[in-house]
């Protein structure tokens, strides 16, 4: 995309490609994925008196479960002496420094110096983050200022089952994968395995929560997919093989750092228990990552031909195919390369125009929009797919 310029304070802004990949501290990408709730943690990953040090956005925090069950995030570092607080030990919700001692409470309070002959904790205070636990992740407010109001995903909550839930780190950067979620017409080609015509024609449009996308064709029900901004990606299936049952997924694109994102998902079927226990079953194991596959791709010491859907079935499948792509992009300095893009593209295009919009205005400082998602995005979905 070219650049275009905004106005913030005195001097023009330039907005590029590059700012979209660029999240860490100060950065504009940054600063917009901050003003929303983003997962961080998979909560079965958290047990209870435990502490994890996690990377978001280029930033280093503290993940901890209390002893309630209850989860927090506060800042990688003690204030004292500046080690690792995630190497200390949980006590009741609060967490004490394994070098001196210090101890914080889940708003970051220091509550206890034991050395200290005469204690100052409430002089010390480090960074805290609002937390929820939600549809089997740990979600987090990394923004300045009050937090929003928590998006729930009614959908994913009004089922007779939990979610399935995924976990993974790639090795390429968050909007990429944003871009890819919108290119309906590599699903035909870098997804062979799926026997897939290629579409005929794409339909992308704004919406409350984002863009929708619809690609139609002979062989193609046009079932919509969503990207709802800034980060997360939805999308869902008919019944098939004369079940009765809709499946519906969610997926987060969170940066780890500029060279990595997490993959948060979320998978549901809006049927009966067996229904939904036969389809996890089938599932099992095939959200796995084999990365070192595609990497022997991309190396050159295997080819694509030699991949076998038999050994790598459904998602694992997916996730060679799209980490092959993704990585054979390059570094974030390469992004974009070269480019010629044509009309299948228009959903890439779209959700560029989109993001600079936002950052255009954040630049600015001009009001951003508010995105929303409908209550029951997949039951108005279904039913107007059932007529």
């Known amino acids: ?13 330039q907005i590029t490609y590059q700012d979209f990949l660029r999240t860490g501290p100060g950065t504009l990408a940054g600063r917009y994925l901050r003003r929303f709730w983003q997962p961080v ?20 925090f503290t993940l901890y479960r209390g002893e309630s069950g209850q989860a927090h995030l506060v800042a990688f570092r003690c204030a004292h002496r500046g080690t690792q607080l995630s190497t200390g030990w949980v006590e009741g919700d609060e967490l004490r420094c394994f070098y001196h001692g210090w101890k914080y409470s889940g708003d970051g309070q220091c509550t206890e110096q034991p050395a200290e002959p005469e204690q100052f904790c409430n002089r010390i205070k480090i960074r ?41 780190v790639w090795e390429s950067n968050y909007f990429t994968q944003l871009d890819n979620a919108v290119d309906p017409t590599h699903t035909s080609i870098a997804h062979w395995h799926f026997n897939r015509p290629l579409p005929e024609r794409i339909d992308v449009e704004e919406n409350e929560c984002g863009l929708q996308i619809r690609a139609s064709g002979p062989g193609l029900k046009a079932n919509p997919s969503y990207v709802h901004m800034p980060n997360a990606h939805e999308w869902g299936g008919p019944p098939r093989g004369g079940k009765s049952v809709w499946s519906y997924a969610r997926g987060w694109r969170v ?13 549901t079927v809006a049927g009966s228990r067996e229904e939904a226990e036969e389809r996890w079953s089938q599932r099992a194991g095939a959200s796995e ?70 950052l255009r205005a954040l630049a600015g400082g001009q009001p951003l929009k508010e995105w929303r998602r409908p209550e029951r995005l997949w039951k108005e979905v279904e039913a107007a797919a059932r007529g």
């Open 1 to 13: 995309m070219e650049a275009t310029e905004a106005r913030g304070g005195d001097s023009p802004v």
């Open 41 to 60: 943690y998979p909560s079965d990953q958290l047990p209870t008196g435990r502490a994890k040090p996690i990377k978001i956005m280029s930033e280093d």
């Open 128 to 168: 805290s983050y609002p937390v929820r636990d939600y549809l089997g992740l740990i979600f987090a407010y990394l923004g300045e200022g009050e937090a929003p109001s928590f998006p729930r995903l009614v959908d994913f909550e009004e089922t007779e089952h939990p979610c399935a839930v995924s976990y993974a």
């Open 255 to 267: 940066p780890v750092d500029d060279f990595h994102h997490a993959r948060f998902g979320i998978e």
């Open 289 to 358: 990552v084999p990365f070192e596959v595609a990497a022997a791709v991309l190396a050159g010491t295997m080819g694509p031909q030699d991949l076998d859907v038999e050994l790598y079935p459904g998602p694992s499948m997916t996730n060679i195919q799209d980490h092959i792509a993704l990585a054979g992009l390059g570094s974030i300095a390469d992004h974009p390369p070269v480019e010629r893009l044509g009309r299948a593209d228009v959903g890439v295009v779209f959700i560029r125009r989109l993001w600079e919009h936002e």
